[in-house]
């Protein structure tokens, strides 16, 4: 079974305005940790934002938030105020307490941002 | 700045001959990995070194090799390239707590081109 889901393959977002990826996890540890992390086109992966399975705030770095539902096993993304250069394949990862040192990452999804 | 540096970026061999990527970091972090790439898809760990500790993935073929003389360096070496194994290659690094706190910081990548 899929660990990390990412449904949309693809999305498009006006520039300036507000965009929601989606993610879902499956997991029976109760310490986890999910991540997510932006690859433009010249293949670098980007660090985001990252949230523990017990931090009880959402986690929020900049323009971007990780809306956290514990119970719906959901990490979604939201990138405010898109802008071009958002434009990127963006994964969603998880790090599981007893999974040692593997991350398993989604399929990705792919973010275009239009002037 | 500290970083993750791989070289070369763009690398064309041919097929069975062997070649060697390599990944240096100024981040003075312990743990050093190496994942694989494919078009379009989640990027798959190969091994990763925890100091001077090599654990291989189960599925990772034989004809993937590492070496870690220290610290700041990886290498990464392939003996007997196949088509099939041309791909990015990603190095990354982190400084663990907990392994599912543990944030990557990756390298920009070597594109393998296998002839």
Known sequence: AQKITQTQPGMFVQEKEAVTLDCTYDTS?????????KQPSSGEMIFLIYQG????QNATEGRYSLNFQKARKSANL?????????SAMYFCAMREGTGGFKTIFGAGTRLFVKA | DA??????RYQVTQFG???TLSCS?????NVMYWYQQKSSQAPKLLFHYYDKDFNNEADTPDNFQSRRPNTSFCFLDIRSPGLG????YLC?????????????YFGPGTRLTVL
């Open chain 1, 29 to 37: 540890d109760q310490s986890y940790g999910l991540f997510w992390y």
């Open chain 1, 53 to 56: 399975s017990y931090d009880e």
């Open chain 1, 78 to 86: 939201v990138i405010s105020a898109s802008q071009l250069g958002d």
């Open chain 2, 3 to 8: 970083m993750v540096i791989q070289n070369p």
């Open chain 2, 17 to 19: 001959k062997p070649v």
């Open chain 2, 25 to 29: 970091q100024t981040l003075n972090h």
């Open chain 2, 85 to 88: 194994d041309a791909a990015m």
């Open chain 2, 92 to 104: 990354a690094t982190s400084r663990p707590e907990t392994a599912e706190t543990d944030t990557q």
